[in-house]
C-alpha cells in the first residue's frame, strides 16, 4: 500500500475542518424539520469521524478530500431546508416550469460521484484490480449497490417512523422517485470516471 503524494497539508486541513463545521452550524441552527436533519445530516457525520480515524494511516489525495466536503455540504443544505424546499430549486422549478423541487437529484448525482472517486483511489492504491476496465466496471456496479442501499435505507426509515419520514423520502409524488435517484447516481459515477479520472491519476502518480 503506498501513501499518497498530495494529501492536504496542515492549513488546508484546517480550511477543510472550518468550512465543514461553519456549514454544519449553519445547517443544525433553525432546520425545517429537526428530525429530517439528522437523517440527511448522518451521513457526513460519519463520514468525517472515518476521515479523522484514517488520516494518519491512509491519508487520501487533496481531490478526493474536497470532492467528500462538496458532497457533506449538499447533505448539509438539504438538512436545513429538507431536499423539496432548497430554496434555489424552488427558483430552478419556477423559472423553468418544472413538476418538482430537485434538489434530491443533485444529492444522488453527488451520491455517485463521489463514491466513485473515492473507490477508484482505493481500489488503485491498494491494487485490487490490474484492468482499467475492469476497475470502472467495478466502480460502477458497486455506486449502483450503494445506491439502491441508501434506497433501502430510506423505506426501513419510512416504515419505522410512518408520516415524519415524508420529507426524508422527498419523493413529491414522483412515482419513479427511486429509479431515477439510483439513475442520476449511475450518471454521477460515469461523470467521475470521465471527469477526474486523469487529475486523480496525476495526484497519485
Not at 503506498?2 to 465543514?20: D, T, V
Amino acid at each position: 500500500m503506498q501513501k499518497s503524494p498530495a494529501y492536504p497539508h496542515k492549513r488546508e486541513i484546517a480550511l477543510w475542518l472550518a468550512i465543514y463545521v461553519l456549514v454544519l452550524l449553519w445547517s443544525a441552527i433553525a432546520p425545517k424539520d429537526r428530525f429530517i436533519w439528522f437523517l440527511e445530516v448522518s451521513p457526513a457525520l460519519i463520514g468525517l469521524v472515518i476521515l479523522v480515524a484514517t488520516y494518519r494511516v491512509f491519508p487520501l489525495t487533496r481531490l478526493t478530500y474536497w470532492l467528500i466536503l462538496a458532497h457533506c455540504i449538499i447533505l448539509m443544505v438539504g438538512g436545513h431546508y429538507t431536499y423539496a424546499e432548497v430554496p434555489l430549486f424552488d427558483w430552478i422549478r419556477e423559472t423553468f416550469g418544472q413538476q418538482r423541487n430537485n434538489y434530491d437529484k443533485l444529492g444522488h448525482l453527488a451520491q455517485g460521484f463521489v463514491p466513485a472517486a473515492i473507490a477508484r483511489e482505493l481500489l488503485l492504491r491498494l491494487e485490487v484490480l490490474r484492468s482499467r476496465a475492469w476497475l470502472n466496471f467495478f466502480i460502477l456496479c458497486f455506486v449502483l449497490a450503494l445506491s439502491a442501499f441508501y434506497e433501502l435505507i430510506e423505506w426501513w426509515v419510512a416504515v419505522a417512523s410512518g408520516d415524519e419520514a415524508v420529507a426524508f423520502l422527498g419523493t413529491q409524488g414522483y412515482v419513479w422517485d427511486t429509479q431515477s435517484d439510483m439513475f442520476m447516481a449511475l450518471i454521477g459515477g460515469i461523470a467521475a470516471l470521465l471527469l477526474v479520472a486523469r487529475w486523480q491519476d496525476r495526484q497519485l502518480a
